[in-house]
């Protein structure tokens, strides 16, 4: 079975610009998450999507925003770049009941994004 | 507050020398509980998990981790470490989300 799979790998912008960040997950995933991982902060949750809706959000500001498609496939976005906001953008999926949670997450390999 | 705490952020051994990493974690919630591991380079890799049952849970690569309820402590452990378990570990626990610890960071020197 493939794995989780992320792209780009490599993204560098310049401050004020968005991006736009893409996770396939494992097939018969439905349970998407996406983490922010900083050498400052480590591995923060970002949110959680699960057949299209978000179902969990963590404590980032409204610039950090995602969504599901109807394939599980998942796609992150943060406006107004700012420098802070350099880090490894990680996307875990992970099988799942709706009303019960996920199960365990299954990692790919990151998005590295800087900010200049 | 939810959070998961691992005691030690650097650790040095030797090959073939016992490994012991600590975890402790805060959460009231049905507890269910990850190793991971990443080695350099690579992405995320789950090492093992805990979900109920039998406190005791292998992983792979000779890596056991114990769930220890009354000290809300999940450590991880292997008898004999190898070179290649040089890796960053983190500890996780499932609160709706995935709370990881800071991480500890193992070298092995042959």
């Known amino acids: 079975k493939a794995g989780v799979t992320q792209t780009p790998r490599y993204l560098i912008k310049t401050r004020g610009q968005q991006v736009t960040l893409s996770c396939s997950p494992i097939?018969?995933?439905?349970?998407v998450s996406w983490y922010q991982q900083t050498p400052g902060q480590g591995l923060q949750f970002l949110f959680e999507y699960f057949s299209e809706t978000q179902r969990n959000k963590g404590n980032f500001p409204g610039r950090f925003s995602g969504r599901q498609f109807s394939n599980s496939r998942s796609e992150m976005n943060v406006s107004t770049l700012e420098l802070g906001d350099s880090a490894l953008y990680l996307c875990?999926?992970?099988?799942?009941?709706?009303?019960?949670?996920?199960?365990?997450?299954?990692f790919g390999p990151g998005t590295r994004l800087t900010v200049t | 507050a939810q959070s998961v705490s691992q005691h030690n952020h650097h650790v040095i051994l030797s090959e073939a020398a016992s490994l012991e990493l600590g975890c402790n974690y805060s959460y009231g919630g049905t507890v269910n509980l990850f190793w991971y591991v990443q080695y350099p380079g690579q992405h995320l890799q789950l090492l093992l998990k805990?979900?109920?049952?039998?406190?005791l849970v292998k992983g792979i690569k000779g890596f056991e981790a114990e769930f220890i309820k009354s000290k809300f402590s999940f450590n991880l452990r292997k008898p004999s470490v190898q070179w290649s378990d040089t890796a960053e570990y983190f500890c996780a626990v499932n609160a709706g989300k995935l709370i990881f610890g800071a991480g500890t960071r193992l070298a092995v020197h042959p």
């Open positions: 875990a999926s992970s099988f799942s009941f709706r009303d019960r949670g996920f199960y365990e997450q299954y």
């Open positions: 805990y979900f109920s049952g039998d406190p």
């Open positions: 097939s018969g995933h439905r349970s």
